[in-house]
């Protein structure tokens, strides 16, 4: 089972939804990086479950403790050494035996025979591998790439709630901030949409359902440059990781498969004089990628996400026996995914950029 992505900047994730702890290991990242662990565990806590009703009640403060590759500072602040930098959230809310009565039962949809039919041993508690506590590891990682990218390349990279069930936000990928994106729950800043979103997660929860949606994700300052051609372009590297997330089900850059419905004569981004010698484009239905490399314009993915397999409705399923049987699932979770996988694809974007980015920089040498 591979855990670990990444070329230069690489990165290992640990742990299972019930044990003693999860985390990371990134090897590539460059020394002398001043890095901020307040922002880190900014990051981590917006992943965190128990943030509102609309998301799981578990009750994780998930304190990242960075275990290697850092020098301390004053204030809290570190710089990077160059060498491995290990980092461990210790699972605080671990109830293995809320999922006693499902040890022996496939929950529909979720991993539980797949991982059987593979391994023949399975971590019933949460899911264990599969469940979404292994993006704790993930999000850490990516919080060190994130201050790696804003220093070294000035690159900025902001997801958001763009839609749930059949319900979509109308938002400027240009204009949206932070504050929007935190201003509710939701993680939708659109605030319309918003609140009919919140009523409509609030709803499937009281009926014992869930509910899908999208992730939009933009990534601004990426230079034209990035990634590189056939297997490893950018928008395939970000399909990888986006799809890897638990509950994706969708990848798309750009205009994705609205572009489908389109002329060659209107899909196509006029290139245009920028201000800084370089070609700009006048429009940017490609998401910032063409070829598999970055066009300097901001890059642009979506990632949808199905609804929450866990539900709190009686749902027919088998035993490890082939036995019929009726599952009354019970636990934590969450009736809608989308707000807490915003840090979650955002984090799949700053691993990707900051990989490419730091192969760039050898190409770029020469």
């Known amino acids: 089972?591979?855990?670990?992505?990444?070329?230069?900047?690489?990165?290992?994730?640990?742990?299972?939804?019930?044990?003693?702890?999860?985390?990371?290991?990134?090897?590539?990242?460059?020394?002398?990086?001043?890095?901020?662990?307040?922002?880190?565990?900014?990051?981590?806590?917006?992943?965190?479950?128990?943030?509102?009703?609309?998301?799981?009640?578990?009750?994780?403060?998930?304190?990242?403790?960075?275990?290697?590759?850092?020098?301390?500072?004053?204030?809290?602040?570190?710089?990077?050494?160059?060498?491995?930098?290990?980092?461990?959230?210790?699972?605080?809310?671990?109830?293995?035996?809320?999922?006693?009565?499902?040890?022996?039962?496939?929950?529909?949809?979720?991993?539980?025979?797949?991982?059987?039919?593979?391994?023949?041993?399975?971590?019933?508690?949460?899911?264990?591998?599969?469940?979404?506590?292994?993006?704790?590891?993930?999000?850490?990682?990516?919080?060190?790439a994130r201050q790696l990218l804003a220093q070294g390349a000035g690159i900025e990279v902001l997801g958001w709630v763009s839609s749930v069930g059949d319900i979509t936000a109308e938002v400027d990928p240009d204009r949206v901030t932070l504050a929007d994106v935190e201003a509710g729950p939701t993680r939708c800043p659109d605030p319309e949409a918003a609140a009919r979103i919140e009523a409509a997660i609030n709803a499937a929860r009281r009926d014992g359902d869930s509910l899908g949606g999208a992730v939009t994700c933009v990534a601004r300052g990426v230079p034209a440059g990035l990634g590189d051609p056939v297997f490893d372009k950018l928008d395939a590297t970000l399909a990888t990781a986006c799809m890897s997330l638990p509950a994706a089900k969708g990848f798309e850059v750009g205009s994705g498969f609205a572009g489908t419905t389109m002329t060659g004569r209107t899909h196509n981004d006029p290139f245009v004089p920028g201000a800084d010698g370089r070609p700009d484009v006048a429009a940017n239905r490609s998401g910032g990628i063409q070829g598999g490399i970055s066009n300097g314009a901001p890059v642009i993915c979506r990632v949808a996400f199905k609804p929450t397999a866990t539900i709190g409705s009686v749902q027919d399923t088998v035993n490890r026996g082939n036995e019929a049987v009726k599952l009354a699932a019970k636990g934590r979770h969450d009736p809608c995914v989308l707000p807490r996988a915003v840090p979650l694809v955002e984090a799949a974007m700053l691993l990707c950029l900051a990989d490419a980015w730091l192969a760039q920089r050898a190409v770029d040498v020469l």
């Open 1 to 144: 089972m591979s855990s670990t992505s990444g070329r230069l900047f690489r990165v290992t994730t640990f742990g299972e939804s019930h044990g003693v702890g999860v985390g990371c290991i990134v090897d590539g990242c460059p020394p002398r990086l001043e890095l901020d662990v307040a922002a880190v565990q900014a990051d981590l806590d917006r992943r965190r479950p128990g943030q509102s009703r609309l998301v799981t009640q578990r009750q994780e403060a998930d304190r990242v403790e960075i275990l290697s590759g850092v020098a301390m500072e004053e204030e809290g602040d570190a710089v990077t050494l160059g060498t491995p930098i290990a980092m461990l959230v210790r699972n605080a809310d671990q109830r293995p035996g809320a999922y006693g009565h499902m040890s022996d039962v496939y929950r529909p949809s979720h991993a539980d025979y797949t991982y059987d039919a593979k391994y023949g041993v399975q971590a019933a508690s949460g899911g264990g591998r599969a469940s979404a506590r292994e993006t704790v590891g993930r999000v850490a990682a990516a919080g060190i």
